[in-house]
C-alpha cells in the first residue's frame, strides 16, 4: 500500500520535474510562474519554437504551486546544478527573487527577464510589456465605445500585486480623460471567474445602468459577461491577455475589447535573446513589446492554436 | 439496528439555529437599511444562488467535521472533477457522461481519504492537504494552462435555469438540505456520525462501526465537491485548473459560523446552510455599499471571528 502510493506520488512530482527536448547547442532554462494562466503557457511555446529554431533546447521550470517564489527559488538552485548555458525567467514576485537572481549572477550564468521586471540583479535584457499601458489602452477603447459618456465598473484583480495596481492606475489614467464617464463602482474579482460574476451579480443591482465593465484580465471579463448577459444588461465589456476564449467572446460580438501582452512572442524573443547572447551577437538591453488592443477588426492573427504560431525573426523586434 | 446512547444529552441544536437565524436577519435589516438595493426579489435571488454553490460544498464538509475530521481537498476536487468532467461534456457530447465522470472523481478522492483516515490512522488534516496537493497538480497537468468553455444549453440549466421562477441551484439546496438534515438527525447512521465526533470511544464500544462510518462521510464529501463541480460549469460555463484554491476556506468558513465544533459532534446542516447566507450576504453587501477592496478581507474574517465567539457566548450562557 505504502510503497504504491510512493510510485504514485512519484509519478504525479515526476510529470511537473524539468522535462527538455534534445536538440544540439545550448540549454536554456525557462523559468515561469504557473501552470495555470494561458498566457505563460503561450511564453513557454514560445520560448520553445525560437529555441528548436535556433537549434538549441529548453528546459522547462514551472512551480507546482502556482505563483510560489519558494518554489521559484529552489528551481534557481536546480538551474544552477543542471550547468544551464542561460536562463529567461519570468520572477513570481519582483522583489523576493533577487537573492535568486545573485546566485545565477554568482555562477556566471547569463539571465534574461521576461514579463515582470526583477527589482535588482543583472540581466542581459528585459523584455515585457507594460501592464499600465496596456491598461490605459484597453480603457480608452472601452470609453471611446460607450461614446465618453454614462457608468462604468472596474473589476480589480488580486489587490497588492504589481499587475493589478498598475492595470487599476491605467483604468483611472484613461477615466479622467473622459469627464463625463462616471466610475460608479471599483471591486475585486482577484483575476477569478466565479468571483467576478458574482460581484458582478451584486453591483447590477447597485448599478444598473452601468455602460461599461473594464475588467483587469480576460477571466473576470467573461465571468461578468455572462451576469450581465443574464440581467439583459447591454453593457459593453473588455479584458486584458487577448486569452483564447475572449478572441472567441470578441468575435461573437459577446466582449468589446481585450488588451494583449502577447506571451507568446515574450517567451520567443526572450530564448532569442539568451541564445544571441551565447552566441557573441548583438542583444538590446531592453525590449518593450508593442500594445495591442484586440478588437473584432484586428484579431485575425490572434486567432491561431500557439502550435501554429511562428516567432517574430529578429528584425521585427523592437530593440529599445 | 444499535440505538445510540447519549444523543439527548448534546445540547439543543434547535435553538442554536434560531440564534444564527437571528443573526442573519440582524444583517438582513442592517443591510436593507444601508442599500436600498438589497432587499428586491432579484437581488436575494442571486444571494440564494452564489450561497447554494458555497452550500454544496459545505454540506458534506459538515458530516466529516461532525466526525471531528476535515476535507481539505474539497477545492481542489471541485477543480480537477470540473476540469476532467468539462472534457467530457464537450469530447462525448453528453452530459450524463460527464456528469458521472465528476461524481465519480468525487466519489473516488472521497474513499481514498476515507481509507487513509480510517485505515492508515492518518489524521484527517494532513491526508486531506495531501490530497489537495496531488488532485491539484493531476489539474494542472491535465489542462496544461488550456481552459475548457462552452457546453451545452440544457446542461447550463442546472446552474442558469429557473423552476418557477426560482433558480435550478436554490431548489436543488433546498432539497439537499431537506434530505441531509433527515439523514443526519433521523437515521441510526447520521446519528452514529454525529456519536464518532461527540465520544469515539463510546462509539467503538456501543458497536459504531466507526471506519465504515468515516469512509461514508469522506465519500458523501467528495461526493458533493463532485456535485458543485457540476453546478460550477453549468454555472460559470467553463473550467481552469486553479478554480479551486479560493473555494476550500470559504466552504470550512461557513461550517464553522453554522456552528459546527472542529472538535466534532457538533453541527447542523440547517447551520451550514445560515452560516453559507451569511458568508453570501457580507460579500453581497460589501459590493453593494462599494466597500473598498482593501477593507474586503478584513470585514470577512471579523465577521468569521464574531459569529463564533457570540455562539460560545451563548452555550456558556445557556449552560
Redesign the interface.
Known sequence: MTRVSTMALALVLGAFAAHSAVADGEKIAVLTKNQTNPFFQAERVGAAKAAESMHASVLQYVPTQADSISEQLSQIDDVITKKADAIVIAPVDYKAIVPGIQKINAAKIPAVNVTDRSSGGDFVSFIGADDYTIAKKTAAALLKAIGGKGEVIVLEGVRGTATAQDRLRGFKEALAEFPDVRLVASQPANYQRLQAMQVMENLLQANPNVAGVLAANDTMAIGAMDALSEAGSKALITGINGSKEAIDAIKSGKMLASGDYNGFVQGCVGAMIALRYLRHEEVPKQVTQPTVVITKDNLAPYDVPLDGRQCPSWDQVPKS | MIRVPGLNRLPPEATRVAMRLAALLVLGVLLSAL?S??L?T??LM?VLR?AA?LFFMSSGLTLVVLTAGLDLSIGATIALGACVAGTVIKNADSAWLGAATALGIGGAVGLLNGMMVSL?RIPAFIATYGML??L???A??Y?????V??FPSGFRQLG?GYLLHVPTPVIVMAALLAIGTVFAQRTVWGQQIVMIGANPVAARLSGVPVKRRLILVYVLSGLAAGFAALV?LA????A????G???TLPAIAAVLIGGASLFGGVGTLAGTFIGALILTLV??GM??L?VD??W?PLVTGVIIVAAVWLDLQGQRTRS
Open positions: 442599500s438595493a438589497f428586491s432579484v437581488n442571486n452564489q454553490l492508515l496537493w496531488v491539484q497538480g493531476l494542472y497537468t489542462m496544461a494552462g488550456n481552459t468553455y462552452g442558469n460550477y454555472r460559470l460555463n467553463s481552469e485548473a486553479d478554480i484554491s479560493s473555494l460579500l453581497n459590493n453593494l462599494h477592496g482593501n474586503q
